[in-house]
């Protein structure tokens, strides 16, 4: 699939909620738990006249730290592989984790364009928690709130702009 973007993170950060925004579909299930996207879902987005498609890459596994790790691994390899483009989103609200860092580190070796996406940043005071995040290497980070919608018409910006 051409100009394909990726939306990936740890469970929880809102890629689903971030994807039914994009796509303006309820399609992908947005939850508390961790763990309720089973399958990956691909919608359309347009933005200024470009189109491109969006995969949410759910699959999460929980029974156990291990298998968790896995399968974390594993979805991000397989968005690096199909993807033109990779969205990673963090979460402010809950700030810098291990598995910010596992998945920064294969997105930096995929020489992929990574837009980091500091997700929850649903006030103003929230902008400046989020520069943590520039420690993941990834450059900074693009501050939205996908509940309310804030930050996502610069971050659509930057996806066009780049693809
Ligand atoms: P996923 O596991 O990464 O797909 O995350 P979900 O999209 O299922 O969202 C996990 C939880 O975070 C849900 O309770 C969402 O309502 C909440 N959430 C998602 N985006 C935001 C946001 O921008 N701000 C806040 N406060 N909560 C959010
Ligand atoms: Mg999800």
């Not at 501050?143 to 780049?162: E, H």
């Amino acid at each position: 699939m051409a100009n394909l973007v990726a939306i990936v993170g740890r469970p929880n950060v809102g890629k689903s909620t971030l994807f039914n925004r994009l796509t303006k579909t309820r399609r992908a299930i947005v939850s508390d738990e961790a763990g309720t996207t089973r399958d990956r879902q691909y919608g359309k987005c347009e933005w200024n006249g470009r189109e491109f498609s969006v995969v949410d890459t759910g699959g999460w596994v929980v029974n156990s730290d291990d298998v968790f790790e896995e399968e974390i691994r594993k979805q991000v390899i397989i968005a690096t592989e199909e993807a033109d483009l990779v969205l990673f989103l963090v979460d402010v609200a809950t700030g810098l984790t291990d598995w910010d860092e596992d998945v920064a580190l294969i997105l930096r070796r995929s020489n992929l364009p990574v837009v980091l996406v500091a997700n929850k940043t649903d006030n103003n005071y929230q902008h400046y928690a989020a520069a943590e995040f520039y420690k993941l290497g990834l450059g900074d980070p693009v501050c939205i709130s996908s509940a309310t919608g804030s930050g996502t018409g610069d971050l659509l910006d930057i996806v066009v702009d780049t693809l």
